[in-house]
């Protein structure tokens, strides 16, 4: 079992910065290929960005490009997400997962692989 659980979301103006972590305990989380996604009212949950492993691969939606970053500390088992240029659109709730098995990256861009997910924080920008 892995347990997920995310935090640093909050109110925030557009064109503010936020950084958002989840923390991971249970099996190794060094094995584990990591993503974020987000899900607003009324919508379905959409991939945000994803990081291998070792962190050396990562991979952005169109919408974050340019804006967000995704990072790892193994030694913390903790992952990271740095929001910038807040956009009022970007308001949803965030939510980390992860996944244990050997993939490609297609796959890693849906949540349908992922095994574990958290609870998400919420994350609200306002214009």
């Known amino acids: 079992q892995v347990q997920l659980v995310e935090s640093g979301g909050g109110l925030v103006q557009a064109g503010g910065s936020l950084r958002l972590s989840c923390a991971a305990s249970g099996r190794t989380f060094s094995r584990y290929a990591m993503g974020w996604f987000r899900q607003a009212p009324g919508k379905e949950r959409e991939f945000v960005a994803t990081?291998?492993?070792?962190?050396?691969?990562?991979n952005y939606a169109d919408a974050g490009k340019g804006r967000f970053t995704i990072s790892r500390d193994n030694a913390k088992n903790t992952l990271y997400r740095q929001m910038n240029s807040r956009k009022s659109e970007d308001t949803a709730v965030y939510l980390c997962?992860?996944?244990?098995?050997?993939?490609?990256?297609?796959?890693?861009?849906?949540?349908?692989?992922?095994?574990?997910w958290g609870q998400g924080t919420q994350v609200t920008v306002s214009s």
């Open positions: 997962a992860a996944g244990t098995t050997t993939s490609i990256l297609r796959e890693r861009r849906t949540s349908t692989y992922y095994d574990y």
């Open positions: 990081i291998t492993w070792s962190g050396g691969v990562t």
